[in-house]
């Protein structure tokens, strides 16, 4: 068995080394040995059509523009042609300013580069077509230099050479820059031993007739490349074509983008099965397996080995110590690369190298499972959405991942070693026990002491832009007029105040009611019912305030809490403001033990909107940026989740204000807290198995967030579930087990006495009962997130009239 844990260890690591080591040095081998495939280049000047494709590229694109005019080859044989992607910015005006000499070809809706393509080859007029980039700036000669390779009649498909612009300061910057002189030698070494790999998007040239018709979340310069060798022509690289662009300068940026060009281009592959077959286009099969598909996998293999060695290395006498010796090394090593800035390019270009290949992993996922798109975001417009963040702290968070993942590799083979002694039983005990105390206690102790180290102050100022208070309603006429009465009473300026009923099929008097207070007041009837989602998503196309607040019916605001929650927005960081909820009236059937829970859940927010962001708001009140608003599929359950998450994303701050108070009466009965809370985690569940539930890598403190405070606690319950059962198996024979039994038997009673109201005017039997009750709640609505069978429609329960005094009349 050791032989065999041995062999899986060396093989994945030897077949790392190879894809990134051996292919490049046999490749120089072949060259050697057999001598360089001639490329027969010569002066020519074919009919090219120079294809620009854009999106959004009004910061470019006149550079561009007069770029491709400023080339060196004659005017009457270039054609030149802009494809706008459906861009909003202003692009295609500039675009116009070039007329007639640049013709603009546009995609009304938005499809992608590759159906812009589709759409524009058959009717150019080159036997040649180049495509670039809109950032990409070509020098004088490169049009010549790399048209000149179609002089050898083998050749159907021109790389040229893509120069990066880079200051030395941002991570992606070294890394990317390093990377591609990398690359950049092996394009030599595959065009002399017969065809390069794939193409480069900012300086490629075919034969136009080669082009087919692609599929449009294809990616064209490497599915096309593919096809023209699968046909028998040569892709070969031109180091003399030149042109330069930046890098994506932030590793978010390039990440994103490592994962879309890998998930597209991994399909790719399988669309071109010839090119895996070796009696058709020969070494190419080779060069494909090893500088694609190998390279695509290097992140699992790796992963695959380090699991299978600190497994190997528990299992001798001196492994544990030297998983740990191993750990120590590498936070010693990364320390240094940290803190000294002699090595602080080491730094940039390990955690570049660790991103590439996480990228790449979740990349081969994607595409595999056909997670793809074909429209694109400029690094440029990425830019405009993204939190700036010193480069130091970049590194910084590399270095934090990588000093998780040495410690992760060093605890690996000790936490193999521990169950060995102490069996199953033991280990899920006091592993379940550790979740619950880490998931109540300790994540909100370690958020206290991040914001103690590094705290993220909101910047506020008294501000007024224009709001929109949105109300998403059903059946309300116990409190719609009680609600408009407390919002037309805000200390805000009418003028600046939209206030919004979106009502969704109601079938009482609530439209009647809200009909009352026109034009101050706008209703929007959605029939039939769909849901919250739904409504909101409806109602969003008519507001165009700055700034849109989602309340909900029978929630009431202090005169003062839409000022409050406005002036965060002073920060442009900041892109969603969730307020302060509280719960009042007399609630006999959970006495204070909701006012406990949701004391608790306020710091445990004030404390994550204080370390970074919170990870979702309020739904009873929040506010957002409307132009930072993504419409969520209308099936979501969690608005409050979806929404804010939403613009995490995209690079900004939810934060959490005090002052911006509100209140609402608290559950009537168990029964209503009980079916509110599974609706929530089912909800939960929901957001979590889809893709917009990611969390970018440079936003460590919300992806710890995420995991801790939402998806671990609505998990508690198997966690519980699993401590009961530990100590109920080890309980006969140890002391220890069977007081752990006694203790969590003695609170389950607790619990239960607490369904008589009564008892629970005790805070103890209070807390008992609604501990238990949330626990059980989570659990059913997890398995109905599981199931799908929640509703996306929202159960109303009966509702106080009066708002509390001291609120808004």
């Not at 056909?370 to 959405?385: I, K, L, M, Y």
């Not at 609402?664 to 609706?679: D, I, L, N, P």
């Not at 405070?709 to 508690?716: D, E, F, G, I, Q």
């Amino acid at each position: 068995m050791s032989v065999a844990l041995i062999a899986i260890v060396v093989l994945s690591f030897a077949v790392v080394a190879y894809g990134f080591i051996g292919y490049p040095m046999l490749l120089a081998g072949i060259v050697r040995v057999r001598g360089a495939r001639p490329v027969r280049r010569r002066d020519i000047v074919p009919h090219v059509s120079f294809v620009i494709s854009a999106y959004n590229e009004a910061a470019v694109i006149r550079a561009k523009l007069t770029n491709a005019l400023r080339l060196d080859y004659p005017e009457e044989l270039l054609q030149i042609v802009v494809v706008s992607d459906a861009s909003n910015d202003g692009t295609d005006e500039i675009v116009a300013e070039f007329a007639p000499r640049v013709e603009l070809l546009r995609q009304e809706t938005r499809r992608g580069k590759t159906a812009g393509l589709n759409r524009t080859i058959p009717i150019l007029r080159g036997s040649v077509v180049v495509f670039s980039d809109a950032n990409a700036m070509y020098e004088p000669d490169a049009l010549r230099k790399l048209v000149r390779s179609f002089a050898d009649a083998d050749v159907g498909c021109v790389t040229g050479e893509a120069r990066y612009q880079l200051d030395g300061r941002a991570v992606a910057d070294v890394g990317e820059r390093a990377y591609w002189d990398y690359e950049i030698q092996i394009k030599r070494l595959e065009t002399q031993v017969g065809s390069m790999v794939g193409g480069d998007g900012a300086i490629y040239a075919i034969r136009r007739q080669l082009w087919q018709t692609l599929p449009e979340d294809a990616i064209n310069d490497f599915l096309n490349p593919l096809q023209i060798v699968a046909a028998g022509w040569r892709a070969v690289y031109e180091p003399e074509a030149i042109c330069h662009e930046e890098t994506a300068g932030h590793i978010r940026t390039e990440y994103k983008r490592r994962v879309r060009i890998v998930s597209r281009s991994w399909r790719a592959v399988f669309l071109v099965p010839a090119v895996l077959n070796p009696f058709r286009v020969g070494l190419f099969a080779w060069s494909l397996l090893s500088h694609k598909l190998l390279r695509w996998l290097s992140g699992a293999i790796v992963g695959l080995g380090l699991a299978v060695m600190a497994v190997f290395l528990s299992r001798v006498a001196s492994g544990p110590v030297l998983l740990r010796g191993l750990g120590v090394l590498a936070v010693l090593s990364v320390g240094s690369m940290v803190l000294s800035p002699r090595f602080r390019r080491g730094a940039a270009m390990a955690g570049y190298f660790a991103v590439l290949n996480i990228a790449t992993l979740e990349g081969v996922i994607r595409g595999t499972l056909g997670r793809v798109s074909g429209v694109w975001v400029t690094p440029r417009e990425d830019a405009a959405h993204r939190l700036p963040a010193p480069v130091g702290l970049q590194i910084r968070i590399g270095a934090l991942l990588l000093v998780v993942a040495a410690a992760a590799i060093a605890s690996g083979g000790g936490v193999y070693y521990w169950l060995g002694i102490w069996g199953a039983a033991e280990f899920v005990f006091w592993a379940s026990l550790a979740v619950l105390a880490y998931v109540y206690v300790g994540y909100p102790v370690f958020l206290v002491l991040w914001t103690q180290v590094r705290p993220r102050h909101v910047t506020k100022a008294s501000i007024e832009p224009s709001v929109c208070l949105f109300v998403a309603a059903n059946d309300e006429e116990d409190v719609i007029e009680a609600k408009l009465i407390n919002a037309l009473a805000l200390d805000y300026p009418a003028e600046r105040l939209d206030i919004v009923v979106a009502s969704d099929g109601s079938v009482d008097d609530t439209e009647k009611l809200v009909e009352r207070f026109a034009p101050r007041v706008r209703l929007l009837r959605l029939t039939p019912r769909r849901g919250k989602i739904a409504a909101i998503n409806e109602g969003m196309r008519s507001v165009t305030a700055e700034i849109v607040i989602f309340s909900d019916a029978n929630t009431f605001l202090e005169p003062n809490a839409v000022r409050a929650l406005v002036r965060n927005f002073a920060d442009p960081q900041v892109g969603a403001v969730s307020g302060d909820v509280a719960l009042v009236g007399e609630r006999a059937a959970l006495g204070r033990s909701e006012d406990l829970y949701y004391r608790y859940e306020r710091r445990v927010q004030q404390a994550e909107s204080d370390a970074g962001s919170m990870i979702g708001a309020d739904g009873a009140l929040y506010g957002i940026r409307r132009a930072l608003f993504v419409r969520p599929p209308d099936d979501t359950i969690l608005d409050d989740m979806a929404i804010p998450m939403a613009i995490v994303r995209q690079g900004y701050r939810v934060a959490f204000e005090r002052a911006a108070r509100a209140y609402e009466y608290g559950c009537e009965t168990a029964h209503e807290e009980f079916s509110r809370k599974s609706r929530v985690v089912a909800g939960a569940v929901q957001f979590l198995a889809r893709t917009d539930s990611s969390v970018p890598l440079v936003r460590p403190q919300a992806a710890i967030s995420l995991f801790s405070h939402k998806a671990l606690r609505w998990l508690s319950p198997v966690f519980a579930t699993c401590t009961l059962l530990g100590s109920a198996v080890l309980a006969e024979g140890s002391n220890v087990y069977a007081a752990a039994l006694a203790a969590q038997g003695v609170v389950i009673l607790i619990a239960l006495a607490g369904c008589a109201p009564s008892l629970r005017r005790w805070s103890l039997v209070a807390a008992a009962h609604y501990f238990w009750l949330l626990q059980i709640a989570a659990a059913v609505g997890f398995a109905r997130g599981l199931a799908r069978r929640q509703s996306v429609r929202w159960q109303r329960f009966a509702r106080t009239v009066s708002s509390p005094v001291g609120v808004a009349q």
